[in-house]
């Protein structure tokens, strides 16, 4: 067994873990929140799958990077991996933004910057997997991945930069008193703690998804491998 097949499964128990304490962190450790009540208990779910979801669109851009220069297959595998995770942790924060908006701001979406921004930010990155998709001969599919994988994380800085470019409905917990803010509020020391810790745990559980997808896109080169082998023969 390889030496990173004898780590993921302390990796995967520590996510288990970490996914259970911060569930207790969560409901138990963090205060109610005076104005939005347990409602509010989704900004921590939600901080944190964006965090994830940027953090694994800034690892496709720097594999791409380096697939441009090296050539080199894993590169393009972890692109493509950290691409799909940072995705799902993406649709997870469209999908919480909305269940905390309805009751708070009393609707499920609006088109202002932010939410915008993070709607084509989602689009883009399915138009992604699309462009790969498309495109049979392997060279050439991960030529035009690594391009746009690098144009396409210009939307990061764009939907983390919205809400203090544009004061609107959409919160700014790390400025919630600047001119012009709505709908923030103020975090507690247990509101900080308990995301910060949220935080850690949902990194942690990118890095075991992503080595699992990882781990699958190189048995399905295997398979393809061993087909091509068998019809020459």
Known sequence: MSRSRNWEPLLA???????????????????????MGDVQRIFYFHVSAA?????????T??????????RERRWDVLALSSAE?????????????????????????????RLTISAIQWLIYLAYFMLRGAMEEPGRRARFAAVYGIIAFITVPLSFMAIRWWRTIHPDIL?????GAQGGFSITPRMLHTLLFSIATFTVLYLVLLRARIRLEKMSDRVAYLRQRLLIR
């Open 13 to 35: 128990g520590l996510a288990a873990l970490m996914v259970a304490l911060a569930l207790l962190m969560v409901f138990l450790y963090a205060p109610r929140e005076r104005t």
């Open 175 to 179: 400025n919630p008193n600047a001119p």
């Open 61 to 70: 851009m720097l594999a791409s990077i380096a697939y441009l220069i090296r």
């Open 51 to 59: 965090w994830v979801g940027f953090f694994a669109f800034f690892v």
């Open 85 to 113: 995770v940072g995705t799902l942790f993406i649709t997870m924060v469209l999908i919480t933004g909305s269940l905390w908006a309805r009751p708070v701001w009393n609707t499920w979406w609006t088109w202002e910057p």
